[in-house]
């Protein structure tokens, strides 16, 4: 696939920052949610993908908008495809990091990635931030920091001896941060090529295509590693069609849909906001029932404000 810059698509009539706001709120049930959940992460990604394309493929279907495959060109379905494998990869790789390095390192790695992005998306889709842009993003991530391990012992000064291995089990602690690594490379790819194709390609064949190879992918990873899909009780199901109804279709699907009118890096900034939901939820949830401490309100604040001076040109 070429890599002009994207054509600019047509005003839409909706509000993509009010659509980005209310996709964060659907991706802020995940981490409650999963927390509820028994199951094993790939498992729980599985079934939520699975949930999720019943729904797309009845869109599709009802709209037809599977006849706007037939404009793609071979190269764009192994993109898009690619994309779904690279969420997958991403649902895996960061959850597995947690085995083996520490929560500050994992965090401080995978929020790496709307840096990432906006350093392609200024070579690749020829989308530049501006310096106020720039400012926002950084804001925005060194909040995600502070919020992300507000909870962590030795808190932001942990996340340097966290990276080095901390003097034991270093080749252990770097193979985590590698796979925390590799889950903010894959996440960035998934958003650099949606903000791709979706200048050409309606949401839902975009999201059937890239959800399909994402279920296809977490399928395969789950029984790889002896991870048995079936058979769930009602309560696991239950969670697994909330995962699919808020984080995926609401959440996922909604920032597939900006990525059509907003630069991917902008889109992406705002997934930096599900901590503070997920915590706002963790909060109320009798289940849960976890109070915020200071540092990671304080971490919140500084994402929303970095969000929103990102927002602006």
């Not at 709307?114 to 200024?122: E, F, K, L, M, R």
């Not at 080095?164 to 903010?184: E, Q």
């Not at 839902?204 to 279920?215: D, I, N, Q, R």
């Not at 900006?258 to 109320?284: D, Q, R, S, Y």
Request: net charge positive; proline share 7%; with cysteine.
């Amino acid at each position: 696939m070429t890599s002009p810059s994207p054509s600019p698509a047509a005003a839409p009539q909706t509000s993509p920052l009010l659509v980005l706001a209310l996709s964060v709120v659907g991706i802020s049930f995940a981490a409650p949610l999963i927390r509820l959940s028994d199951a094993d992460p790939l498992v729980i990604a599985t079934w939520r993908l699975g949930f999720s394309m019943i729904i797309v493929a009845a869109a599709l279907l009802l709209g037809g908008g599977w006849r706007e495959w037939r404009k793609l060109a071979a190269g764009e379905y192994l993109w898009a495809c690619g994309a779904g494998v690279m969420l997958a990869i991403h649902f895996w790789s960061w959850n597995a990091s947690l085995r083996y390095t520490s929560v500050a390192a994992s965090v401080a790695l995978v929020n790496l990635q709307p840096v990432i992005i906006a350093i392609v998306s200024a070579t690749w889709l020829r989308e530049s931030p501006s310096g106020k842009q720039w400012g926002g993003i950084v804001l925005a991530v060194v909040g995600a920091l502070v919020g992300g391990v507000a909870d962590v012992p030795g808190g932001l000064a942990a996340i340097g001896p966290a990276l080095m291995g901390n003097g034991n089990s270093g080749s252990r602690a770097l193979f985590g941060d590698l796979l925390a690594l590799l889950g903010a490379l894959t996440a960035a790819g998934y958003y650099l090529v949606g903000r791709r194709i979706r200048q050409h390609l309606g949401l839902w064949p975009y999201v059937a295509l890239v959800y399909g190879a994402a279920f296809l992918a977490c399928a395969g990873l789950s029984l790889a590693s002896g991870k048995p899909l079936t058979p769930q009780p009602p309560r696991e199901l239950a969670i697994f069609a909330g995962l699919a109804l808020g984080p995926t279709l609401l959440g996922h699907t909604g920032m597939n849909w900006a990525l059509g009118h907003l630069p991917a890096f902008i889109v992406n900034l705002t997934t930096l906001g599900e901590p503070i939901g997920a915590t706002l939820l963790a909060a109320v949830l009798p289940g849960i029932a976890e109070i915020p401490g200071p540092l990671t309100l304080v971490g919140g604040g500084l994402v929303l404000v970095g969000v929103m001076v990102a927002a602006r040109k």
